[in-house]
Each structure stands twice: as C-alpha cells, then as structure tokens.
C-alpha cells in the first residue's frame, strides 16, 4: 500500500519562471493539501482540494494555483517564482476534509530558487 | 488564523533525560494533533487528542490535552537518540471543522548520546 508520493524531489528554477510540482495521494484517500515549510518553520497551509475543486485556501498570492484530476492526484503551480518561494513543499492526503481526519505527508518538494 | 505557540524552541538533552515540549492557544480547541518530522524528513502524525483532559501514551510518549482544551504537552521518558526532531502540535482553524492545519514552530529535539 503505497503512502503519499511527491515528485520531483528536488527542484532549481530561476526567479520569475513557473513550476508544477505533482503529488499522488495515499491509497483509498481522496482529499490532497498542499502546505510549504520554510526553513526553521512549520508547515503553512496554501490550499486544499475535494472533488477537483478547491475548497479551502491560506495566505497565499493567485500565483500558487493547483489542480485535481478523477484519481485523485493534484498538482501545484507556481508562477513568476521569487526568491522567497525557496521552500519545501509538502503533499498530504486525507480521507475527507474534516479536521478530525488524519492527515499523511508526502517527503516534499524541495524548490531552490536563484 | 489560528494562533498557537510552541514551547521552547530548541532543547537540548543528554540520552536518558526526559524532554516536554508545550503547545498553547488563545482559543478553546476541538482537538489537537501533534507530528514528528525527522531532519531532512517529512511531518510524520503521532497522535490526535479529542478529548478534555485526555491523556495518551506510545511506549515513552506522553500525550496530554489541557481540561480548558486550550493547551497540551508531549513528554518524552527516558529519551535515546532515536527520538532527534522537531515535534509539532497541528490545530484545526477556530470555529470551523474543515481539515486545514495551523502548525505551530515546533520544538527542535538534540539528544546527545
């Protein structure tokens, strides 16, 4: 039963260009949010998608958009990167949105930007 | 957002020592959620607390949630290096009962052999 998958794993991209980072929830799981940790940090909440539609989004600009497809899988873009969108960014899958249910993450994305 | 406050910051303990990190919000709670993420790793989910008052144990950990729902602890018995870390307590947002979590800043855990 494979867990929560993320690729790449590793990422470098130079300010102003885009970036989709994918993520693969865990089996039987059917809600995917993404969350990016700065180093020293906790994680902070950017969105979180149900039935391929965004249901809930944090403090993040319109240029952090995402998507789900029918098996579930998501992906995140980002657009015009600036330096301090270096992060890692982390999947994490979940039975439903409830705040009582598990949440499983992903190892991340690491992104560098230049 | 959700604000909650993780305590201490860094710890740093010899093996054998015990080790408690504190987690505390402004707001009552309706549960709590506490994750441990490896260096160079991932948050891994340890436990999730309900309950007032509720206290629950994994071998050497301690988990509690304060009676006014407002704060919780975990302790570490006996600590070997295996536990090195930062712990996290996780809360859901005030008022609402959808999945998103506030993470706290964690407590970096050094265990020196």
């Known amino acids: 039963d494979a867990g929560v998958t993320q690729s790449p794993t590793h990422l470098i991209k130079t300010r102003g260009q885009q970036v989709t980072l994918r993520c693969s929830p865990k089996?039987?799981?059917?809600?995917v949010s993404w969350y990016q940790q700065a180093l020293g940090q906790g994680p902070q909440f950017i969105f979180q998608?149900?039935?391929?539609?965004?249901?809930q989004r944090g403090n993040f600009p319109d240029r952090f958009s995402g998507h789900q497809f029918p098996n579930y899988s998501s992906e995140l873009n980002v657009n015009a990167l600036l330096l301090g969108d270096s992060a890692l960014y982390l999947c994490?899958?979940?039975?439903?949105?409830?705040?009582?249910?598990?949440?499983?993450f992903g190892p991340g994305t690491r992104l560098l930007v230049l | 957002g959700q604000q909650v406050m993780q305590i201490p910051q860094y710890q740093h303990v010899q093996e054998g020592e015990d080790f408690t990190t504190y987690c505390n919000s402004s707001?009552?709670?309706?549960?709590i959620q506490w994750y441990k993420q490896r260096p160079g790793g991932h948050p891994v989910f340890l436990i999730q607390?309900?309950?007032?008052?509720e206290v629950k144990k994994q071998k050497r950990l301690t988990f509690q949630f304060g009676e006014a729902k407002k704060n919780s602890s975990l302790h570490i018995t006996a600590t070997q290096t295996t536990d090195v870390g930062t712990y996290f307590c996780?809360?859901?947002?005030?008022?609402?009962?959808?999945?998103?979590?506030?993470f706290g800043r964690g407590t970096q855990l050094t265990v020196w052999p």
């Open positions: 994490a899958s979940s039975l439903g949105q409830g705040a009582q249910e598990t949440q499983y």
């Open positions: 089996s039987g799981h059917d809600t």
């Open positions: 998608y149900y039935e391929e539609e965004e249901r």
């Open positions: 707001t009552t709670l309706s549960n």
């Open positions: 607390l309900v309950k007032s008052g």
């Open positions: 996780a809360l859901p947002p005030r008022g609402s009962t959808l999945g998103r979590l506030y």
